[in-house]
């Protein structure tokens, strides 16, 4: 922690990217050596690689590591462009939510408060959140920004899960709110009954949630398509792009269906929410398709997009030989820091509400 913190503030007085500790990444100059093609013989299963957790005497876990480090790099040029993306998803949440004086909010997977803080600047001071987060460490966190909003008597902060909800009143809460929280919920159904019973009579639900389905089910077909083929030259790079990428995103149709992230579809939410009592539900299903930011080499290595997912220098450590991570890096490296890749995100916006 104190190195990653050093080499930060470092990037952070030059501008400019810091290299890392190495980890044996190949040094690139557009030369690399060819392989055979029966070097490429391996595909990747995405529960290879596990992400082990950071230092118990660090008051950290996988959550807060990833929120406030890992999602963006530690590139503290970065930061500001992916916060503006989060914001605008916050902002849909909120509209939403319909937020007004003298509500109560309940936050679930309140994360750094993005949510409840977005609503307090809306409404002012009259009304009151509470913070629900499996994560000690965000909760501590955003206690501190109450503090330094002079919010923290308008707040109540609970360590407790989607599914359970612990110390959150029966029929408390005018609205309830998450953003990309049930994504990683393995009972949903669990969470959505919650949510009704927390939320009081003629109270709404406003949530977003990320769709990754159709996404791991191009992956799946990738996977399939690349195993019928027989290993070559001309199909080297394609394989060493799968096995990364089924490292960060289930790649088989056991894997999609057995996984939280991946296990459900925008109409499976609907289902969720009317089966735990919910009426007027309305559904909107937003599919961006965007060129990617600009990112340096580096930042686009040490970038998770998802918690307890590897980074591409934890995957080149541990998968990838010195030629292969040569061979990714120039068939990527260009297109990242022109900003030539595209993106596609995929989110449900949901609201419901209980019946009076």
């Given at each position: 922690m104190k190195k990653?913190?050093?080499?930060?503030?470092?990037?952070?007085?030059?501008?400019?990217?810091?290299?890392?500790?190495?980890?044996?990444?190949?040094?690139?100059?557009?030369?690399?050596?060819?392989q055979s093609?029966?070097?490429?013989n391996g595909l990747?299963?995405?529960?290879?690689?596990?992400?082990?957790?950071?230092?118990?005497?660090?008051?950290?876990?996988?959550?807060?590591?990833?929120?406030?480090h890992r999602r963006y790099g530690d590139d503290p040029n970065h930061e500001p462009v992916l916060r503006g993306f989060v914001e605008q998803i916050r902002d849909r949440v909120l509209d939403g939510a319909a937020v007004s004086p003298g509500m109560v909010l309940v936050d679930v997977g309140a994360g750094e408060g993005l949510i409840a803080f977005g609503a307090f600047e809306r409404v002012g001071p009259s009304m009151e959140a509470v913070l629900a987060d499996v994560s000690a460490p965000l909760l501590k966190r955003s206690e501190e920004l109450a503090v330094e909003r002079g919010l923290r008597d308008r707040c109540t902060?609970?360590?407790?899960?989607a599914e359970r909800l612990d110390g959150v009143t029966d029929q408390s809460a005018d609205v309830v709110t998450t953003r990309a929280v049930l994504a990683y919920v393995a009972d949903k159904s669990a969470a959505a009954r919650q949510f009704y019973r927390v939320t009081k009579p003629g109270g709404c639900i406003s949530i977003a949630e990320p769709i990754f389905q159709d996404e791991a089910m191009q992956l799946a077909a990738f996977t399939n398509f690349l195993l019928s083929s027989p290993p070559n030259l001309s199909n080297a790079r394609a394989r060493l792009i799968q096995r990364f990428?089924?490292?960060?995103?289930?790649?088989?149709?056991?894997?999609?269906?057995s996984n939280p992230l991946t296990n459900f579809s925008e109409r499976d939410l609907i289902v969720l929410f009317q089966k735990a009592g919910f009426?007027?539900?309305?559904?909107?299903?937003?599919?961006?398709?965007?060129?990617?930011?600009?990112?340096?080499?580096?930042?686009?290595?040490?970038r998770?997009?998802?918690?307890?997912?590897?980074?591409?220098?934890?995957i080149f450590s541990s998968h990838f030989s010195p030629t292969e991570q040569c061979q990714l890096e120039e068939a990527l490296r260009a297109h990242v820091e022109s900003g030539q890749l595209t993106e596609r995100v995929t989110t449900a916006y949901l609201t419901a509400r209980k019946p009076a």
């Open positions: 990653r913190l050093k080499l930060v503030k470092e990037r952070q007085k030059t501008n400019a990217p810091v290299r890392f500790a190495p980890l044996a990444l190949a040094a690139c100059s557009g030369h690399c050596h060819q093609p029966s070097s490429f990747r299963k995405s529960d290879e690689l596990t992400i082990h957790p950071t230092d118990s005497g660090c008051e950290t876990d996988s959550w807060s590591e990833w929120l406030l902060f609970l360590q407790t899960s990428r089924a490292l960060q995103l289930p790649s088989t149709m056991a894997e999609i269906q009426t007027e539900i309305h559904l909107e299903l937003h599919i961006d398709i965007r060129k990617a930011a600009p990112l340096s080499w580096i930042t686009f290595i040490d998770a997009p998802r918690p307890d997912t590897p980074t591409l220098r934890e």
